[in-house]
Structures are given as structure tokens and as C-alpha cells.
């Protein structure tokens, strides 16, 4: 939009998933259903040339408006008009996803003249793991077992052995109730193909069977299974989890490295982009490049005069110690908050930790309003959540949120909306048999594993949440690291630049003393 205030002519189009840009209360892509799909083909070319004549601006407004006055779909209108546009905003999945990228630009296989510019590259990493992974659950098989028994023999007979199947990975988990292998599941991976091929075959016969979601999901997860593992190698994991009632076995993808390189080779270049891409060594290894890539690290262009970050390293908020330093860490944020009128926000790792802190800071700090992100919240808690975040607020509020959550990146409180953020602790993964998997590959591959698994994705988290503070050249904001490992030196380099001005308070009259002068040099600034 800023390029075209200066003369830029391109056509630009927005991708919006199927389920989101769907006129009908189910993505169901069939005649007899929906009005859209009726008679389609015989509208759309009109549909095509009307809408890229329209705007060089095709975004999810202008695409559904015109598949409505043409009544086609507006899906396949979108993907129909990619092929016209100069460049198209979408997400990951239409390049990287081997289950759902675009093949309509890629299906040859060679190099495509293609640019890649990927937007908050550091979620590539995790996006990554799981597009390149895939998971069967036993309940699902189960219930298809049941609601289709003596429908059709084969089906009866390859459902029946994909249940005995799993439950006898359930029998061999251990008291944990997990078990990792490095091998390919072999035999039930062919099961879950022969249940493709019959499914496949029953779906052409019955029409009908397309209504049926449960089968159609499975179906399509089972085609996700046998196509993740034919990639399968030295850089997976087989991770089974068993209760007494499911079974989940996961072919688990622990280094996406090769993988996303093989997807970039379906274009001529790539920049991948994001202020919190630390240490930059480490995501370009990850992220599939080599040492020909290049690398580019800018400083902030805010004022640094704005912007005050305090690191508190003489509180432990390990977990054998969170009992133990609650009051302490209450006691912070409420010097902290306290320093000037405003919103802030304070990020915990995890809920139950900071439902634990919680009632000891509203004890305490009585006369503080405090708002509390939930643990699951619907678009429109979510917009009524930060619409609390007032401009010039007469007084103080204090939302509790969670590292790497939905507010803790992705959200732009400009101006005085917030002013200030509480990160307690390092923001370390929750270890379980994944994470602990992936630190055993790396360790092994390079001696990183305990980096590449917890330190590396908890400090990018941390990033994260502090660069929610300073979003525009006029802000002002503090930020307060709690955490006695900030203090150590390999935590110190991970520091970004323009935090080399940190300052270490030594107890809370030093954090008010501190707070004091910043606020009163901001307003000069």
C-alpha cells in the first residue's frame, strides 16, 4: 500500500483458506449443495476478467464481492486469479505444506521464477515441524469401526487390523505412556494405506460417503499419514502416546532443514525476515539454508532513549522454585506498574503459573484493575480483551497473558495503548517426550540440543513479548526481564542490540528509583 502511494502498478492477491471464504455453512464443493459450485465452470472466466479489471488490490472484500455477483466460488476464484497476479500474500502452507501447496505453480518440480518473501520467519520453525509431520489417532479408526461395520468386508477387515495394531502399541508404551522410535512404522503405515485405497474406492461408488464428515477427515488424515511418510528418514521420530482409551502415533519431523530447502528450490530466491530472528546462525541452519546464505542483522531505528529494559536476576522462577518466589515476583510487577499510569502486560510460561501468581498480586495490589487472558478465547473475547488497552488511560491496568500465546506477538498497541511488559522467565518449551527428542537429535548432530530444543525457541518467545512495548517512533516503554538466568552470559548474547543499554536493579527500590528517571526523561525526549 505504501509503494503504490509512490507509483507502484501491481497486481496483488490475498489467499484466504477455503473454510474462511466459503459462502456456505460447509466447504462442501458439490452441485447438488451448493448454489456456488452449481454451474460454476460457466461463469467463471467472466468472473476472472471482471475482478482483475477492477482493482490491483484483490483482497478478501474484493474476491468475495465478485464471486457473489457472479455466482462462482469464491475459493477457486482466488486461486484462479493467482495465476494473473504479480504477487500473492498467502500463508506458509500454499508453498511448504506438501499435503496442500499450490501445484498449479509448482507441480513440474523444477525452479519457478519465484520470489519467497517470508513475513515472521522465526513461526517458520515450528510451522515447519508440524506440515512436515502427521498423526493417527485410534478413536477416530474406532468409531468408523462402529458406525460402519458390515457395510463393506474390507473395510471391516482393514479397520479391525489397524485397531488391534494400535492397541498393541498401547500395550508395549511404558508406564508413561509414550514410546519413541526412530524407525519407521513400517507395517502400520501400509495398514493406513490399504484403508486409503479402500476409502478412495467406497467414495467413488456412494456419493453419498462425501457427506459424511468423520469419514472424509479420516480419509484425508490417513492420505496426510502415508504422504508424510515418504519422507521419512534419520530426521524423524516415531512418537506414540497411549491412555487407556487412545492411541496417537505420530511420525514426528525433528529437523525441518531439509525438507523447507527442497520446498525453496521451487523458487529462484528467498528472504526470510522477522526482528526476532536470535541467533541468526541458528534459524538459517534451521530454516534450510547453507553458509552462501547471506545474513543481515539491523539495528532498531526507535529512539533507545524511549525505551528502558531492566533485567531482576536475583529471582529464580525455575519450577522448584515458583512456590517459593510467588510473593517476590508479585511484589515486581507491582513496582513496576506502578511507576506511571498505563497499560501493561505481564507474560508467564504458562497458565497454571500464572494463575499461581495471580491472586497473590491482587491480594496485594488491591486497587490495580487486572485482566486475565483465558485459556481458550473466541475471536470476539479476544478483540473485547484488547480493546481494554484504552489511549490515554485514567488509570492503571494490568493484563496477566502467556508467553507465545496469542498476545504475546501479532498484536499492535501503538501509542500509549501500552507502555510496559513483565516477562517472567526465559520462557522455556514444557519439557515432554517431543522437545525432549528434538534436543537428542541436536545433540547428537551438532551439541546444540539443549539450545536448538529449549533455550533458542524460549528466548525467541521472550523477544517476542518485550517488542509488543515499542511499535512506532513516538512510543515510550519500559520492560522488566524476571529471571535469574538473564544474569548468565549465554543468555546476555542473545540479547538484541538495542538492549545493550539494560540495566540490572539490584532490588525494588532500585527498580523505582530506575523507573522514575526513565519516565521523567521520556517526557522530554
Same mark, same amino acid.
Given at each position: ?37 452449481? $454451474? ?15 482493482? !490491483? ?50 507441480? $513440474? ?9 517470508? !513475513?515472521? %520467519? ?42 488391534? =495394531? ?90 525441518? %532443514? ?9 523458487? =529462484? ?23 552462501? !546464505? ?86 470476539? !473475547? ?42 517472567? =522467565? ?39 513479548? %518485550? ?59
Amino acid at each position: 500500500a505504501r509503494m503504490r502511494t509512490g507509483g507502484l502498478r501491481m497486481k496483488t492477491l490475498t489467499l484466504t483458506a477455503k473454510d474462511k471464504i466459503c459462502f456456505c455453512d460447509q466447504a462442501v464443493c458439490r452441485p447438488d449443495y451448493c448454489d456456488f459450485a452449481r $454451474g460454476h465452470y460457466d461463469r467463471i472466466n467472466e468472473a476472472i476478467l471482471d475482478t482483475i479489471q477492477s482493482r !490491483d488490490d484483490l483482497e478478501r472484500g474484493t474476491i468475495e464481492a465478485y464471486a457473489r455477483q457472479h455466482q462462482v466460488c469464491p475459493f477457486e476464484l482466488s486461486l484462479d486469479l493467482s495465476l494473473l497476479a504479480d504477487c500473492i500474500i498467502c500463508d506458509y502452507n500454499y508453498v511448504f505444506d506438501p499435503r496442500v501447496y499450490l501445484r498449479r505453480f509448482f507441480a $513440474g518440480g523444477g525452479e519457478g521464477d519465484y520470489v519467497f518473501l517470508i !513475513d515472521e %520467519a522465526h513461526n517458520l520453525v515450528d510451522r515447519s515441524r508440524e506440515m512436515f509431520s502427521a498423526r493417527i489417532q485410534k478413536t477416530d479408526f474406532y468409531k468408523l469401526k462402529k458406525n460402519y461395520k458390515g457395510r463393506s468386508k474390507p473395510l471391516d477387515k482393514v479397520l479391525n487390523s489397524i485397531n488391534r =495394531s494400535l492397541v498393541s502399541l498401547r500395550k508395549q508404551c511404558s508406564e508413561t505412556g509414550q514410546m519413541s522410535d526412530a524407525a519407521m512404522p513400517q507395517e502400520m503405515i501400509e495398514l493406513v494405506q490399504s484403508f486409503t485405497v479402500i476409502a478412495e474406492r467406497l467414495l467413488k461408488e456412494n456419493r453419498e460417503l462425501g457427506e459424511d464428515h468423520d469419514f472424509l477427515q479420516l480419509y484425508f488424515d490417513a492420505l496426510g499419514f502415508v504422504s508424510i511418510a515418504g519422507f521419512y528418514d534419520e530426521r524423524f521420530m516415531t512418537l506414540v502416546e497411549a491412555d487407556r482409551r487412545e492411541v496417537s502415533v505420530k511420525l514426528f519431523c525433528l529437523d525441518p %532443514a531439509h525438507l523447507l530447502a527442497e520446498a525453496l528450490k521451487r523458487g =529462484s530466491s528467498t528472504v526470510m525476515f522477522s526482528a526476532t530472528l536470535t541467533p541468526l546462525p541458528y534459524f538459517r541452519s534451521i530454516l534450510g539454508g547453507g553458509e552462501a !546464505d547471506g545474513m543481515l542483522a539491523l539495528d532498531s531505528p526507535f529512539n533507545p532513549n524511549r525505551f528502558c529494559i531492566m533485567v531482576a536476576d536475583w529471582v529464580s522462577t525455575r519450577f522448584k522454585d515458583r512456590e517459593r518466589s510467588r510473593a517476590e515476583v508479585a511484589a515486581l510487577i507491582g513496582a513496576f506498574v506502578s511507576g506511571k499510569t498505563g497499560n501493561y502486560i505481564v507474560y508467564f510460561p504458562s497458565y497454571r503459573y500464572m494463575n499461581e501468581v495471580l491472586p497473590v498480586f491482587r491480594a496485594r495490589f488491591p486497587e490495580i484493575l487486572t485482566t486475565v487472558q483465558e485459556n481458550s478465547m473466541a475471536e470476539t !473475547d479476544r478483540e473485547l480483551f484488547l480493546a481494554g488497552f484504552e489511549t490515554d488511560p485514567s488509570h492503571t491496568l494490568v493484563a496477566f497473558c502467556v508467553l507465545g500465546g496469542i498476545f504475546s506477538e501479532g498484536i499492535d498497541l501503538a501509542g500509549n495503548r501500552l507502555i510496559g511488559a513483565v516477562v517472567v =522467565s526465559v520462557g522455556l518449551p514444557q519439557l515432554n517426550t517431543q522437545q525432549d527428542a528434538i534436543r537428542d537429535y541436536f545433540q547428537h548432530k551438532n551439541g546444540r540440543g539443549y539450545e536448538y530444543a529449549y533455550m533458542y525457541p524460549g528466548m525467541n518467545k521472550v523477544l517476542q513479548a %518485550a517488542g509488543r512495548v515499542i511499535r512506532s517512533e513516538d512510543d515510550s516503554g519500559a520492560v522488566l526481564l524476571i529471571d535469574e538466568r538473564y544474569g548468565q552470559r549465554n543468555y546476555r548474547q542473545l540479547f538484541p542490540r538495542h538492549w545493550h543499554k539494560r540495566l540490572k536493579v539490584r532490588d525494588i527500590s532500585s527498580l523505582v528509583a530506575t523507573l522514575e528517571g526513565f519516565w521523567g526523561k521520556s517526557q522530554d525526549s
